[in-house]
């Protein structure tokens, strides 16, 4: 795997940390917004031949990639349901036609009762590498393997002059990464993603590769996908790991995010569609496909407006062109006494909201699918192609105000460090909501009034003065890995000193499971809640032990893994041992630094 260049290996002298720190202070100046009632197009409009005519998956095409299905076992839980076991009869099944075109992938084969497994998942993709042609170039990565063994791919996608890290940031051009099945039970997006790897690699989505390179993870979660379950092989949530990093699986993620650096990632899923919703509201799911954005602390504001104007917009329209229905995401815990629904949670654990702090545009896709069997694939994989194919095109007509709006976003990000506040932890507004949904019997419409929790507009729970940085002692070296995972720089202290920092003092503590707006988060075990009060004091810090500044582009990220009092930090989860391993640096440290390997 390509690793990004390191930085010099050696650096001394307090004068250069602390000239770095103060001139990040200076302020960073705001690039004009392009105007929204401009079109995308007068910024990056490619020419009207390179124009993707909708729909995809109309027919095969010479040289389509073809696997082999009569001999693909059945996987558990990837079975048809008979229709005696589905949760709603013909009325409500008449409510979802199939599209007008068909998709073509192993797993969707007339006859078959298995969706695509991981073998032929990387068949196909490792024939479609093969298989490149002209100017475009195809390359499967081996991202590291499942807890079970099992190969976990990526296939990039590029007209630059080579598919390693260094060719495509010198191609100038955007890198978007698509990913699916993080939940082993949620098909649809690994099936949509085969569908567009091959409509990128030699198909009607190829000419898009003029203005992007795109990277496909089709299966994040092979274990889960080959039983059926929605967690990884251990019984962890992944899709709740993107922080800790405790699975192979999330790790293998992080690491392609890190090298590669994507301005947009977009998590393709799939949503319960009757369960506890058909047990607290006696109804139906009726939405195509749900939508959500990163919603958490400190998100960039200038990531999110993009997020909303130049992606959430087009897409909402695409859907609506293509008679699909959709919703901001929503969810509701697994208790049946509790009757909020919740959009999508606001901690930094989800590969969504992760990435928010990754200064990339963050975007969920989730269509009607867990609970339902094959019923209605070809519709959900028709939402998830429609859905991901418009973030694509997004990033092909925004290409310029993207990396305009990142490079701000790094520079400003960086230069609040030892200024003003940060949000150390937020959480959603509570409101109501009218949610359409579906009779059981009739498959009529169906509103339902709710109580809402929406994370569109947060609350801050908790906020304090932002530090310069955050010490570690030595014996945090596997939190520190972790940081350098997620993108952090991490400096190794070289020689003693002292620094004035905020140590915190523990003024209470219990044990409690993680949860989320589900419930308790999958595999998460017993977490430390303690209760913190930051006291300023000059504190001794050895050699060996760790500096991690906020002077740099990820600076939220520290916040979010290193403030104690939060259930995501990493000494809630015990990566971090003892408080006093920990501090928050509150003034330019006059140390000497190497970094970390």
Same mark, same amino acid.
């Given at each position: 795997?390509?690793?990004?260049?390191?930085?010099?290996?050696?650096?001394?002298?307090?004068?250069?940390?602390?000239?770095?720190?103060? &001139?990040?202070?200076?302020?960073?100046?705001?690039?004009? !917004?392009?105007?929204?009632?401009?079109?995308?197009?007068?910024?990056?409009?490619?020419?009207?031949?390179?124009?993707?005519?909708?729909?995809?998956?109309?027919?095969?095409?010479?040289?389509?990639?073809?696997?082999?299905?009569?001999?693909?076992?059945?996987?558990?839980?990837?079975?048809?349901?008979?229709?005696?076991?589905?949760?709603?009869?013909?009325?409500?099944?008449?409510?979802?036609?199939?599209?007008?075109?068909?998709?073509?992938?192993?797993?969707?084969?007339?006859?078959?009762?298995?969706?695509?497994?991981?073998?032929?998942?990387?068949? !196909?993709?490792?024939?479609?590498?093969?298989?490149?042609?002209?100017?475009?170039?195809?390359?499967?990565?081996?991202?590291?393997?499942?807890?079970? &063994?099992?190969?976990?791919?990526?296939?990039?996608?590029?007209?630059?002059?080579?598919?390693?890290?260094?060719?495509?940031? /010198?191609?100038?051009?955007?890198?978007?990464?698509?990913?699916?099945?993080?939940?082993?039970?949620?098909?649809?997006?690994?099936?949509?993603?085969?569908?567009?790897?091959?409509?990128?690699?030699?198909?009607?989505?190829?000419?898009?590769?003029?203005?992007?390179?795109?990277?496909?993870?089709?299966?994040?979660?092979?274990?889960?996908?080959?039983?059926?379950?929605?967690?990884?092989?251990?019984?962890?949530?992944?899709?709740?790991?993107?922080?800790?990093?405790?699975?192979?699986?999330?790790?293998?993620?992080?690491?392609?995010?890190?090298?590669?650096?994507?301005?947009?990632?977009?998590?393709?899923?799939?949503?319960?569609?009757?369960?506890?919703?058909?047990?607290?509201?006696?109804?139906?799911?009726?939405?195509?496909?749900?939508?959500?954005?990163?919603?958490?602390?400190?998100?960039?504001?200038?990531?999110?407006?993009?997020?909303?104007? !130049?992606?959430?917009?087009?897409?909402?329209?695409?859907?609506?062109?293509?008679?699909?229905?959709?919703? !901001?995401?929503?969810?509701?815990?697994?208790?049946?006494?509790?009757?909020?629904?919740?959009?999508?949670?606001?901690?930094?654990?989800?590969?969504?909201?992760?990435?928010?702090?990754?200064?990339?545009?963050?975007?969920?896709?989730?269509?009607?699918?867990?609970?339902?069997?094959?019923?209605?694939?070809?519709?959900?994989?028709?939402?998830?192609?429609?859905?991901?194919?418009?973030?694509?095109?997004?990033?092909?007509?925004?290409?310029?105000?993207?990396?305009?709006?990142?490079?701000?976003?790094?520079?400003?990000?960086?230069?609040?460090?030892?200024?003003?506040?940060?949000?150390?932890?937020?959480?959603?507004?509570?409101?109501?909501?009218?949610?359409?949904?579906?009779?059981?019997?009739?498959?009529?419409?169906?509103?339902?009034?709710?109580?809402?929790?929406?994370?569109?507009?947060?609350?801050?729970?908790?906020?304090?003065?932002?530090?310069?940085?955050?010490?570690?002692?030595?014996?945090?070296?596997?939190?520190?890995?972790?940081?350098?995972?997620?993108?952090?720089?991490?400096?190794?202290?070289?020689?003693?000193?002292?620094?004035?920092?905020?140590?915190?003092?523990?003024?209470?503590?219990?044990?409690?499971?993680?949860?989320?707006?589900?419930?308790?988060?999958?595999?998460?075990?017993?977490?430390?809640?303690?209760?913190?009060?930051?006291?300023?004091?000059?504190?001794?810090?050895?050699?060996?032990?760790?500096?991690?500044?906020?002077?740099?582009?990820?600076?939220?990220?520290?916040?979010?893994?290193?403030?104690?009092?939060?259930?995501?930090?990493?000494?809630?989860?015990?990566?971090?041992?003892?408080?006093?391993?920990? /501090?928050?640096?509150?003034?330019?440290?006059?140390?000497?630094?190497?970094?970390?390997?």
């Amino acid at each position: 795997m390509d690793t990004l260049p390191s930085r010099p290996a050696l650096r001394r002298g307090a004068a250069l940390l602390a000239a770095a720190v103060l &001139s990040a202070c200076s302020s960073t100046p705001l690039p004009p !917004w392009p105007d929204a009632s401009t079109s995308p197009g007068t910024v990056s409009q490619p020419p009207a031949t390179r124009t993707v005519p909708p729909p995809l998956g109309t027919a095969p095409r010479p040289g389509a990639v073809t696997a082999p299905v009569s001999e693909s076992p059945i996987t558990p839980g990837a079975v048809d349901a008979p229709a005696a076991e589905l949760p709603y009869g013909a009325a409500v099944a008449a409510r979802f036609p199939d599209p007008p075109v068909r998709y073509d992938t192993p797993g969707l084969a007339d006859g078959r009762r298995a969706f695509t497994t991981n073998a032929e998942l990387t068949q !196909w993709l490792r024939q479609l590498a093969a298989a490149q042609r002209g100017t475009t170039r195809a390359q499967m990565l081996d991202l590291g393997l499942s807890q079970r &063994s099992e190969p976990i791919h990526a296939l990039v996608l590029t007209r630059a002059k080579g598919t390693d890290v260094a060719a495509l940031d /010198a191609s100038g051009r955007p890198t978007v990464l698509l990913i699916g099945q993080q939940h082993g039970d949620e098909p649809a997006g690994s099936e949509a993603l085969l569908v567009l790897a091959r409509e990128l690699a030699q198909g009607l989505l190829e000419p898009m590769l003029e203005r992007i390179n795109v990277i496909l993870v089709p299966r994040a979660n092979p274990d889960g996908a080959d039983a059926g379950q929605r967690t990884t092989a251990n019984g962890i949530d992944m899709n709740r790991d993107h922080l800790l990093l405790q699975t192979p699986e999330a790790r293998a993620l992080a690491r392609l995010v890190r090298n590669y650096r994507p301005i947009a990632i977009v998590d393709a899923h799939e949503y319960t569609v009757a369960g506890r919703f058909l047990e607290k509201f006696q109804a139906i799911q009726r939405y195509d496909v749900l939508l959500q954005h990163a919603t958490t602390a400190n998100v960039p504001e200038f990531m999110t407006k993009a997020a909303l104007e !130049w992606y959430q917009q087009p897409l909402v329209k695409a859907l609506g062109d293509a008679g699909l229905s959709q919703e !901001w995401y929503y969810t509701t815990s697994t208790r049946p006494d509790d009757l909020r629904v919740s959009m999508g949670g606001t901690r930094p654990d989800t590969g969504r909201n992760v990435n928010g702090l990754k200064n990339a545009v963050s975007l969920l896709v989730e269509t009607r699918g867990v609970g339902i069997g094959r019923t209605h694939i070809q519709r959900r994989v028709h939402s998830q192609v429609t859905a991901l194919t418009s973030t694509l095109r997004s990033t092909v007509e925004r290409a310029g105000n993207l990396e305009q709006v990142r490079s701000f976003v790094a520079r400003d990000t960086a230069a609040q460090a030892c200024r003003g506040e940060v949000v150390v932890e937020a959480g959603p507004t509570s409101t109501q909501h009218d949610l359409l949904m579906l009779d059981p019997d009739t498959g009529a419409d169906k509103t339902v009034r709710v109580d809402w929790d929406s994370s569109l507009r947060l609350r801050a729970l908790k906020h304090r003065a932002r530090p310069c940085g955050y010490w570690l002692g030595a014996g945090a070296a596997d939190a520190v890995e972790r940081l350098k995972l997620l993108g952090l720089q991490v400096m190794r202290v070289a020689e003693p000193g002292s620094v004035l920092a905020d140590i915190y003092q523990e003024n209470s503590r219990d044990t409690a499971d993680r949860q989320d707006v589900r419930g308790t988060v999958a595999g998460s075990g017993q977490i430390i809640r303690a209760q913190v009060t930051p006291v300023r004091s000059a504190i001794d810090v050895p050699a060996g032990s760790y500096f991690v500044s906020l002077n740099q582009p990820l600076s939220n990220l520290a916040v979010a893994a290193l403030e104690p009092d939060t259930q995501s930090s990493y000494f809630a989860n015990r990566l971090i041992a003892n408080l006093a391993d920990t /501090a928050r640096v509150m003034a330019p440290p006059s140390l000497v630094f190497e970094e970390t390997d």
